[in-house]
């Protein structure tokens, strides 16, 4: 047992070597084995090394050693829960710049109607007049005049706003539907994400399991190869580790049970969340930055309320 040990040994490093001399001349390596302890064996001796960068060196399926399943950089798992962060964090970012961009094109449009009909040269015209005083009289007749004008005007562009605000307020009750929908995606999304997150916490726990197991049953291996009066005196010892590999090995096929009955629930459940969110996103008449807008077109025409004195 102690020559197939070291062989198996030689064997792994041999692998390991291999690997990292091809990986770091830029070939591409496939390694498969008939169990996943193996494959996760030759593949922690290359990653030690340090020799690649993220990404080129990739376990697919799932790791039995802890130190497989824990590394971002070489982990299929983690690698695509950081992607999909990173996706979903640049999605909130371009989305925050193109409301953002809204706000600020509605704000120039403001400010470009807001200079309709201003006449410079009259303004000036108007300002010398008033600095004569043999005009005095005349001049406050016409600002007496402009008052009343603009005092009718003012009217009307009040007329105007509260117009504004009812269509804005029409808008707003119109993605009221919208709303309702968006808030049942965002619920179906977290349940699908919550039960992944589920899956993926049962897989680890079972991987766990698996290495204490593997450590019982080596255990248990090195006090079966003891001989003569060592083997007489680790008596008890023996009996330990074979009632300890007994439970680890119920332990670790337990936990991988549940894992894949829970992976089995997710593949059940996956297409009808799936087709639950299609069909939300398809009925969607309002993206949520139309409606984030809308509000806030709302919100800005509606008069604040005045403190009583």
Known sequence: MAGLGAARNRKTTVLKRAIGDLTTRGKRVLLVSATNIAVDNALWGVVKERRHSDGEIVRVGPPHLREVAEDASVCLTLMVRERLADADEQRRAVAAQLVDARERARRLKDL????????????????????????????????????RHEAHAAG????????ARTTA???????????????????????????????T?????????EGRRDAAEQRLSDLEQLKGFSKRRAKK??????????????????????AANARDVLARTQQQLGQ???????????????????QRSLHALTPAPSNPV
């Open 156 to 163: 009307e562009r009040i007329a105007q706003l509260e117009q």
């Open 112 to 147: 470009e109607r807001s200079l309709t009909g201003f006449d410079a040269a009259a303004y000036a015209a108007d300002r010398a007049r008033l600095d004569d005083p043999a005009r005095t009289s005349e001049a406050l007749t016409r600002v007496r005049d402009q008052v």
């Open 169 to 199: 307020a029409d808008e707003v009750r119109a993605t009221e539907q919208a709303q309702a929908d968006w808030a049942a995606h965002e619920e179906v999304q977290a349940q699908f994400t919550e039960m992944r997150e589920a899956v």
């Open 237 to 258: 010892d023996l009996a330990t580790a074979q009632s300890e590999a007994e439970k680890t090995r119920h332990s670790a096929e337990e936990a991988e049970q549940k």
């Open 201 to 209: 916490g049962l897989e680890t726990k079972a991987l766990l399991t």
């Open 276 to 294: 639950r969110i299609a069909d939300l996103r398809a009925r969607i008449l309002f993206s949520k930055e139309e409606i984030e807008h809308r």
